[in-house]
């Protein structure tokens, strides 16, 4: 018995695959026993390491860096996605006066890495008399980067879908505007959902470079808890405490684009993707085309 994508494996595939999950997962648990052990060893595991977390207004402090951290994300994600949005139409234009700028302007923003952005902003822009805050030189630098690649994942959304859905919507009236308001982006936008949720996720981790330019968000205060002397400099219980605060609001992040993503698929804008899809499997009915036109008008 054989399947479209793979042939079923038979019982020597099947024994053959548990061997290497169950050699896998003994590796795997080793590793990770290994850096355990490691820790217990070199004593991050003792009392005085983890005092610091002892203290009430350590939590605070934390809760505050949480915010920045937050605040930045926010902003940085509705100004990168209206800026992928932005670009993207610019990039799907048919008139090359208007699509080469900024095609050029994606292609220059994708080059640029993060932190050398935010260097330019935070340190460059002062010698030319323009000094910036480090909250905006961290939010400017997500926004061009996460932006430019946001414009390449909603263009390539928009021309991966069939070319008769465009064609569909053109026959019964619409204008391009329409046809990309109305046809195109609600199939894309839930097509590349996952790569945008993925993209957001990585602003939100992006934010943790902002450190270096000496905003004051979870990685920045991580550090500055684990170089305290006092309380036996917990650089790997920060480390640990820190980088779980980043596990629980990526995955808060991910179960609220999940449930956008859900509540789009159960959109009324469906109907007119579905009102044209038989036109794109290759419906020829003119007595169709001239429906659609009559109730368009």
């Given at each position: 018995?054989?399947?479209?994508?793979?042939?079923?494996?038979?019982?020597?595939?099947?024994?053959?695959?548990?061997?290497?999950?169950?050699?896998?997962?003994?590796?795997?648990?080793?590793?990770?026993?290994?850096?355990?052990?490691?820790?217990?060893?070199?004593?991050?595991?003792?009392a005085q390491k983890w005092s610091a977390f002892t203290y009430t207004n350590v939590w605070v402090q934390i809760g505050e860096a949480t915010m920045r951290t937050i605040a930045a994300f926010l902003?940085?994600?509705?100004?990168?996605?209206?800026?992928?949005?932005?670009?993207?139409?610019?990039?799907?234009?048919?008139?090359?006066?208007?699509?080469?700028?900024?095609?050029?302007?994606?292609?220059?923003?994708?080059?640029?890495?993060?932190?050398?952005?935010?260097?330019?902003?935070?340190?460059?822009?002062?010698?030319?008399?323009?000094?910036?805050?480090?909250?905006?030189?961290?939010?400017?630098?997500?926004?061009?980067?996460?932006?430019?690649?946001?414009?390449?994942?909603?263009?390539?959304?928009?021309?991966?879908?069939?070319?008769?859905?465009?064609?569909?919507?053109?026959?019964?009236?619409?204008?391009?505007?329409?046809?990309?308001?109305?046809?195109?982006?609600?199939?894309?936008?839930?097509?590349?959902?996952?790569?945008?949720?993925?993209?957001?996720?990585?602003?939100?981790?992006?934010?943790?470079?902002?450190?270096?330019?000496?905003?004051?968000?979870?990685?920045?205060?991580?550090?500055?808890?684990?170089?305290?002397?006092?309380v036996g400099s917990p650089i790997i219980p920060a480390t640990i405490v820190i980088g779980a605060i980043y596990i629980t609001l990526c995955l808060l992040l991910s179960f609220v684009a999940n449930?956008?993503?859900?509540?789009?698929?159960?959109?009324?804008?469906?109907?007119?993707?579905?009102?044209?899809?038989?036109?794109?499997?290759?419906?020829?009915?003119?007595?169709?085309?001239?429906?659609?036109?009559?109730?368009?008008?």
């Amino acid at each position: 018995m054989s399947s479209v994508l793979y042939d079923v494996p038979g019982p020597r595939a099947i024994a053959r695959n548990r061997i290497l999950g169950a050699l896998t997962i003994v590796v795997v648990l080793g590793i990770v026993g290994f850096f355990v052990w490691r820790l217990a060893v070199t004593g991050q595991f003792t009392a005085q390491k983890w005092s610091a977390f002892t203290y009430t207004n350590v939590w605070v402090q934390i809760g505050e860096a949480t915010m920045r951290t937050i605040a930045a994300f926010l902003v940085a994600a509705v100004g990168a996605l209206a800026l992928g949005f932005v670009l993207a139409i610019g990039r799907l234009s048919d008139h090359a006066w208007v699509r080469w700028p900024f095609t050029a302007v994606i292609e220059v923003f994708r080059a640029i890495p993060v932190l050398v952005f935010m260097f330019l902003l935070y340190y460059g822009f002062p010698v030319i008399g323009i000094r910036m805050e480090p909250y905006w030189a961290v939010v400017i630098a997500l926004v061009c980067y996460n932006g430019s690649v946001l414009a390449e994942v909603i263009r390539a959304g928009v021309e991966s879908l069939p070319r008769g859905q465009s064609e569909a919507g053109y026959a019964v009236g619409l204008r391009k505007a329409g046809v990309m308001r109305l046809v195109l982006l609600p199939q894309a936008i839930r097509a590349m959902m996952p790569v945008v949720i993925a993209q957001l996720v990585v602003t939100l981790k992006d934010t943790a470079l902002g450190f270096v330019i000496t905003y004051p968000e979870l990685l920045f205060y991580a550090k500055y808890i684990g170089a305290q002397p006092s309380v036996g400099s917990p650089i790997i219980p920060a480390t640990i405490v820190i980088g779980a605060i980043y596990i629980t609001l990526c995955l808060l992040l991910s179960f609220v684009a999940n449930l956008v993503e859900k509540r789009l698929r159960r959109s009324p804008r469906g109907e007119v993707a579905s009102a044209v899809q038989p036109l794109q499997q290759g419906a020829t009915d003119t007595s169709l085309i001239v429906a659609q036109r009559g109730s368009a008008t």
